[in-house]
T-cell receptor, first 115, second 117 residues
Framework: QQQVKQSPQSLIVQKGGIPIINCAYE??????FPWYQQFPGKGPALLIA?????SEKKEGRFTISFNKSAKQFSLHIMDSQPGDSATYFC??????????????FGQGTILTVHP | GAVVSQHPSRVICKSGTSVKIECRSL??????MFWYRQFPKQSLMLMAT?????????EQGVEKDKFLINHASLTLSTLTVTSAHPEDSSFYIC?????????????FGSGTQLSVL
């Protein structure tokens, strides 16, 4: 019940394309859903996060879509660039009390954006 | 912005030795820090929650005698891999939370690549 399932495992798009990465969760206690970007040999960096009271959130070229009833959320990257080539992780957490910051990560998606 | 510093970034050691990894919150006090482990091309797996002034809470399957965590101050948590073996080779990442901060409250270190020969 603690798992977060992420797909696809890898994704290749052309510059300007819109890669979409999907995640699904089971634990209904999760109420915080961040997306992280990780480059090789580096720690993850927060891209964007959403709470379940909204269905969509945009920050720059990144958009999260959230479907509470389906327990699914996805990341869309608009106008993708070669510099966006990285591994992307979705995660989930329960912000209540001592659990804040304890993240369950998805399996990761390796994104390659060709010039 | 908030910064979490992790040191060293890379360490190579011989089998049987112990290695200490430091995680520091540079501009805030972190009563709670988290330690993750990441194998190549895999996800981050939470190992333990480090609490200032008290014992760490380990996730199921993580050997607490193998991975010693000390959180002796509000800005420093250390992870010591004791009697390291090649199977302990991995990327270790810490994170720290700042509940008093407006906006994003969770920050990650840059990770430590441990290679055990």
């Amino acid at each position: 019940q603690q798992q977060v399932k992420q797909s696809p495992q890898s994704l290749i798009v052309q510059k300007g394309g819109i890669p979409i990465i999907n995640c699904a969760y089971e634990n209904t206690a999760f109420d915080y859903f961040p997306w992280y970007q990780q480059f090789p040999g580096k720690g993850p960096a927060l891209l964007i996060a959403i709470r379940p009271d909204v269905s969509e959130k945009k920050e720059g070229r990144f958009t999260i879509s959230f479907n509470k009833s389906a327990k699914q959320f996805s990341l869309h990257i608009m106008d993708s660039q070669p510099g966006d080539s990285a591994t992307y992780f979705c995660a989930a957490s329960n912000l209540g009390g001592t659990s804040y910051g304890k993240l369950t990560f998805g399996q990761g998606t390796i994104l390659t954006v060709h010039p | 912005g908030a910064v979490v510093s992790q040191h060293p970034s890379r360490v190579i050691c011989k089998s049987g030795t112990s290695v200490k990894i430091e995680c520091r919150s540079l501009d805030f006090q972190a009563t709670t820090m988290f330690w993750y482990r990441q194998f190549p091309k895999q996800s981050l797996m939470l190992m333990a929650t480090s609490n200032e002034g008290s014992k760490a809470t380990y996730e199921q399957g993580v050997e607490k005698d193998k991975f010693l965590i000390n959180h002796a101050s509000l800005t420093l948590s250390t992870l010591t891999v004791t009697s390291a073996h090649p199977e302990d080779s991995s990327f270790y990442i810490c994170s720290a939370r700042d509940l008093d901060r407006v906006g994003e409250k969770l920050f990650f270190g840059s990770g430590t690549q441990l290679s055990v020969l």
